[in-house]
């Protein structure tokens, strides 16, 4: 009488198993118990489209393809008898009671209703069923399974062939940012024979001499200093009576973010921040030691794989965490770093550096770095496996950002910061903040300041090399840079070349494949300038910006060519029409359209953003070839983002696309402006609880944001 019921919950069972099997870290023997403790138990939804394993012992393991996550899931659900009558077909029928939902502190939700999962409190897991639809910009991840023979056997191939290939590429790279050096040597030489100063052309040239003579007093001074061990001696050019030097000297070009901050009277200390997919990454706070106290290794160590706890509910008028002195509260900034970088960018220009000159205006600066860094971590992963690697740039923003928001939050007790993102780190913040993506970290961002914003690709796409990785196939570009870290030959190089040559090897290759020059930095510092670059990055997040399949093949990081192409048309025929109104009489396309002369109702049907969506400041840099910032704000001013307030843009003719963070007249042309944009957009609530930044004091900068456009074009 029992056999025809077990036999369903036995199968159900088995086949639970075997997809749990499938996913866990390790493969499962018997006689493991480390494999039972870390076996794949069910799938959580961190978006709809992004499922995490969740192991026996708590463990998270990331990037599983949505139909594997799904069964897991349902097969799950099966065998412990919640609702197995149904089926799957069910849970597809049921559209009306589908959506993905994600609880955040304030209670907020992320609905889709063709996401597949339920909003109903203990809901069955077979109906965390996500949208079968996938976006053409974002395809599926690869399957990892456990190590096996097999997959250790591939994945020893792959790092054998990629440590092979790249390399040749890689020297490819490198042979050819000499070959193209030897012009400009020549030229300087023959300048240097004809009793000219070549370093004279130069903008800032005369700026230069005078840092370097100030530079080399103060390390005079601080060497005579050491000597005498004379306390009140000056320590730093650019030490006052707030800021006490620590270090001083020689520049001894060194890895080391925090002894740069103390260069100039700062410090810095090192949070470990757990991603929701298990990732451990450095978040850097900025902070002045003649008024804060660093927090102990155990408070700054990693927290549990959940963003914005309950636990750590704010809002702006909390009251303020002890470890920060009481009445002396200031308002949090979060910076993300670009490409093959680290957070590190912003702090090499001493009191010109972005972070440190907004930390001595009076922010409370914190620096997030993405997964892998310097130091790849991971809660349960170990560098040689795959699945370490297997993300790319939704996971970075989705889960990197949102971890990274959410800790600075819960330290600092606000409700909202503000986030300062140049190159790459633009790129996260844009598809994080995209409706289909993750909409609600809108709700903890005051304003979104992009430093050369990367959303559309510029002409240097088209050259070769980038032309090369483009057009090879998905296999034969696992082949030549593996499954693994991007070339991680360039970390070794890091480790074995002196400082001032690894400096000076970067920035030619650099220069080569980006097209920019070093003319608006101050020289003396650009070997320090590539110490901190590159880092560890998936070669899959280098697919995904350079393959065949995404980025580069698309130019745009939420839109694809296709649409792209009829959004230009769509520009073209606005035109022409708004021509032909004034000139002829004739109804603008809009008008017949019946949505009136603007069309915004219409031009915004394709929006990448919803309500959610925080205010933008943006500055894009002229003459920047590796992206085309001019054509975002065309997408902006044509009304396509109805949602989004652009409270400030300024194109920078004469800038290169490093140049909004490294050239000498940054602060005057782009600091300045963010500093004031931060504090404007903070909320009332905010403001009486912070001191004023310096600066912000006149009614100017501290009245509130109007609608529209601000800058210029």
Sequence with gaps: MTVPHLQPQTLSAERYANQAANLSLLPQDNNNADAHATKAVKANFITPRDPVIETANGGRLPAVPLAEAEKLNRFKDEAEHHGSRGGAHSVRKDTAHLAAAQETDDGATMDDSMSGQSTKAGAPLRTAFPSSKTHPLFPQLPLYGPPTLLRNLQSSGFQITSAFLSLAFLGTIVLGSLFTSIPPLLSHIYLRLTFRNPDARRPF???????????????????????????????????????????????????????????????IEEFKVQTEDGFIINLWHVYNPQE??????????????????????????????????????????????GLLQSASAYCTNNDDSLAFYLAKAGYDVWLGNNRCGFQPQHQMLKYNDPRMWNWNIRQMGVMDLAALISRVLSETGFAKLGLVCHSQGTTEAFVALA??????????????????????????????YFK????????????????????????????????????????????????????????????????????????????????????????????????????????????????????????????????????????????????????????????????DGRRLLRRLERGREPHVKVVHQKIIDEYEHLDVIWAMDMIEKVGREVKEMIWKTASLEAKSTCRVPEGCEDESCDGSVKSGISGHI
């Design 205 to 267: 040239y005369e700026e230069e001499k005078r840092r370097r003579k100030a530079r080399r007093a103060s390390a005079k001074a601080w060497k005579r200093q050491r000597r005498w061990h004379d306390q009140d001696s000056q320590l730093n050019s650019a030490t006052d009576g707030q800021y006490k030097s620590t270090e001083g000297g020689r520049d001894p070009l060194i890895c080391d973010v925090s002894y740069y901050a103390r260069r100039v009277g700062l410090d």
């Design 292 to 337: 804060y106290t660093s927090l102990s290794s155990v408070h700054r160590d990693q927290n549990e794989p959940i963003v914005f706890p309950k636990r750590y509910l704010h809002d702006d008028s909390a009251t303020t965490p002890p470890h920060y002195p009481p009445g002396r509260r200031k308002y949090p900034v979060l910076l993300i770093h």
């Design 435 to 464: 409706k289909e993506q993750r909409p609600d970290l809108g709700n903890k961002i005051s304003v979104f300041c992009a430093l050369a914003p990367a959303v559309y690709a510029g002409p240097l796409i088209g050259k070769m």
């Design 468 to 627: 090369f990785m483009r057009i090879i196939s998905p296999g034969m570009f696992r082949l030549m840079f593996g499954i693994h870290a991007f070339i991680p030959f360039m970390m070794t190089m890091h480790r074995w070349l002196p400082g001032s040559l690894y400096g000076a090897l970067g920035y030619r290759v650099f220069s080569f494949l980006f097209n920019w020059t070093d003319m608006r930095w101050e020289r003396d510092l650009r070997d320090r300038m590539f110490q901190f670059a590159p880092v560890y990055v998936s070669a899959e997040s280098m697919r995904w910006w350079l393959g065949r399949e995404c980025f580069a093949s698309q130019k745009c990081i939420l839109a694809t060519r296709e649409e792209g192409k009829r959004e230009e048309e769509e520009d073209e025929d606005e035109d022409d029409g708004v021509g032909d109104y004034f000139d002829n009489g004739k109804a603008h396309a809009s008008e017949e359209r019946g949505e009136g002369r603007d069309g915004r109702e219409w031009r915004g049907r394709n929006a990448w953003y919803d309500e959610q969506v925080p205010p933008f400041a943006l500055w894009v840099a002229g003459s920047d070839e590796l992206v």
